[in-house]
């Protein structure tokens, strides 16, 4: 697979590997809402902020989208939108290797570009998430999705941009499965019921398919009820053999038309449809343009203080009817004025948001705020939301280690617990945090002693493995790791119980 080539790619490429691991510290007075909710609005690089977030969420996340810098090289408020070529593919390389990590196998990503950078990026994100898996139809790449973002040509310009790119990735191609779209709208209105049929409202669909691999039986003659004759379509087929199809019209799911000789079509009922596929094209009548867009964010913060490039709540709410279900986690990186957090909380969906600027607190903290108190802009009435839930607020720690590789004075137990445990087996933290035992993996046991976690205070009670302490330990049988600041046991007792120490800090890796 070719791989494109910058001038700083060698550190760039690393660059994921050497940001440091940094603590996340709420803000309580800009929380809102549910005490434990589960969305979590992160204000802080988000490299950073990505790696902090590895110990906790690696594969769980859904559904990640991004609507980065587009590099226009034109003035943004909210944005630095004019970096040099190498800079925004040195800031993406790093940043999409830390989301796929962070995607469940059967999660996806979506990514909006313009014509600016879209062919460089699906080149870095073919590198990161892959082309094509090992049979040909199973491709990470799903998709350039096309969205009409304008409603009518630029004057300004010859041949205006009527559209934006939108790259969808899987994780992993053999076990993503992206939903169906809700029949709602025009589509539903088609539905109709004009000859009382007793199954509901219905459209009809065409008989004919292609003769490529047609069997001789599918070419018949079909008599209607009136007694008019239709042989196959001069280079078609019937697409049913001639038994299927009659015994389809003794339960009367065939349309004859109204005087009953017109050529058949079969009835497609609104009761039996769970949702129709979608494809790669998006007018702005189903999913919102930027001119939607800029008044749903007017009428929210008013046009003096509105965030210059958002998207339409519209927009959101496609991507994740077809990337997620009802609680799957949302991740959006580059949160802007806080669209994808907005419309993931309307659809119940838990979500994290990160972003760097200070409209993190000017934009998306007073904008989640009007959503739990049920704000009827956007999607709200689409999905009948009235309000509820909440979000917590974090601002970027300290990083977890220094730059020597000692741990950082004043690291808790629960964060230095979580990322032993995921450099240890490369899986998100989900144990106690009032516990030395963190959990088992692969059959070995890992512990944790520090900062007087059974109990003992002085500078090295219950930090240094002793006969007592490892008495005093929840049992595990099986291999065990124990992290310590000091052992006072010999390697030949060590052996006997199964055990390998780790000294704390020169045996944690750091990165």
Not at 51 to 79: M, W
Not at 113 to 130: P, Q, R, S, T, W
Not at 449 to 460: A, E, H, M, S, T
């Amino acid at each position: 697979m070719p791989l494109l080539h910058w001038l700083t790619r060698d550190v760039d490429i690393h660059a994921a590997t050497h940001a440091p691991y940094r603590l996340l510290e709420e803000v309580p007075a800009l929380s809102q809402g549910d005490g434990d909710p589960g969305n979590l609005l992160i204000q802080g690089d988000n490299l950073d902020a990505l790696k902090a977030l590895q110990p906790y969420y690696a594969g769980k996340v859904k559904c990640i989208f991004i609507d980065p810098p587009y590099n226009t090289r034109s003035a943004f408020e909210h944005y630095d939108d004019n970096l040099e070529h190498t800079q925004w593919l040195a800031m993406m390389y790093p940043r999409l290797e830390l989301l796929r990590s962070l995607l469940s196998e059967d999660g996806s990503i979506w990514v909006t570009i313009d014509d600016n950078e879209a062919h460089y990026l699906k080149v870095i994100m073919d590198e990161v998430f892959g082309r094509r898996g090992f049979e040909k139809s199973k491709k990470y790449f799903q998709a350039n999705v096309i969205w009409q973002k304008r409603t009518s040509p630029d004057a300004r310009l010859s041949l205006g941009a009527a559209h934006d790119h939108i790259f969808v990735y899987a994780k992993d191609p053999e076990k993503v499965n992206l939903n169906k779209l809700p029949l709602s709208g025009e589509k539903a209105k088609n539905f109709k019921n004009p000859d009382n049929d007793p199954r509901g409202a219905w459209a009809s669909t065409d008989f004919t398919g292609q003769i490529g691999h047609a069997t001789a039986n599918q070419f018949y003659t079909i008599v209607t009820p009136a007694g008019k004759k239709f042989p196959p379509p001069k280079g078609r087929c019937w697409a049913l053999n001639e038994d299927s199809f009659y015994t389809l019209v003794e339960q009367g799911r065939v349309w004859f038309g109204k005087d009953g000789n017109s050529k058949p079509r079969l009835k497609r009922y609104l009761s039996e449809i769970e949702g129709i596929a979608a494809w790669s094209w998006w007018p702005n009548e189903e999913v919102g343009h930027n001119q939607e867009a800029k008044k749903e964010i007017n009428a929210i913060f008013g046009a003096e203080e509105a965030f210059t490039t958002p998207k339409p709540e519209r927009l959101m709410q496609r991507i994740l009817q077809l990337a997620t279900n009802e609680n799957d986690l949302v991740l959006d990186s580059f949160l802007g004025s806080g669209t994808t957090a907005a419309v993931a909380h309307k659809m119940n969906r838990r979500y994290i948001g990160i972003e760097m600027g200070g409209h993190a607190e000017t934009h998306c903290v007073p904008r989640l705020r009007k959503v739990v108190d049920g704000e009827q802009g956007g999607i709200s009435k689409a999905v009948g939301w009235t309000g509820g839930g909440g979000f917590r607020f974090y601002r970027l720690g300290v990083p977890v280690f220094d730059e020597l590789g000692h741990i950082s004075q004043g690291i808790r137990f629960a964060p230095l617990a979580a990322h032993i445990w995921f450099v240890s087996t490369g899986i998100p933290f989900t144990g106690r945090i009032d516990s030395p035992f963190l959990g088992s993996h692969d059959g070995v046991g890992y512990y944790l002693l520090y900062n007087g976690i059974l109990g003992d205070k002085r500078p090295d009670g219950g930090n240094v493995l002793t006969l007592k302490v490892l008495a005093d330990l929840p049992p595990y049988d099986g291999d065990k790791v124990i992290f310590g600041e000091g052992c006072r046991l010999g390697a030949e007792r060590l052996s006997r119980a199964g055990i390998t120490f780790r000294q704390i800090p020169y045996e944690i890796k750091a990165r």
